[in-house]
């Protein structure tokens, strides 16, 4: 066994697949003045006041309890999670 057993090599599909998840978050998760809306996929806004995320604590809180929602993907706790991070001018690393 050598260090080439442990590389993934994306396929075409696999991308394509990451770039459609990465659009679909983006349209999906919007950041408006004061909250950021998360859209379900048939469209329902779920809205999120930045007023409730001052802490990372509270981020942290956010993404777990945004994480059993069945609609939420990965994709978009990442963008949420940058938004709540931003607001806090704390750091975010992606």
């Known amino acids: 066994m050598n260090?080439?057993?442990f590389i993934f090599t994306p396929t075409k599909e696999d991308i394509d697949f990451i770039n459609h998840?990465?659009?679909d978050a983006n349209k999906r998760v919007v950041l408006t003045?004061?909250?950021i809306i998360m859209y379900t996929e048939n469209g329902a806004p779920y809205e999120i006041e930045l007023r409730r995320c001052e802490t990372i604590q509270d981020v942290v809180d956010w993404i777990?309890?945004?994480k059993e929602?069945?609609?939420v993907t990965d994709f978009m706790l990442k963008r949420m999670a940058k938004f709540m991070c931003n607001h806090n001018n704390q750091n975010f690393y992606h």
């Open 69 to 71: 929602k069945w609609w």
């Open 3 to 5: 260090i080439e057993d």
């Open 21 to 23: 998840q990465i659009e």
């Open 33 to 35: 003045k004061d909250s």
């Open 64 to 66: 777990f309890h945004m």
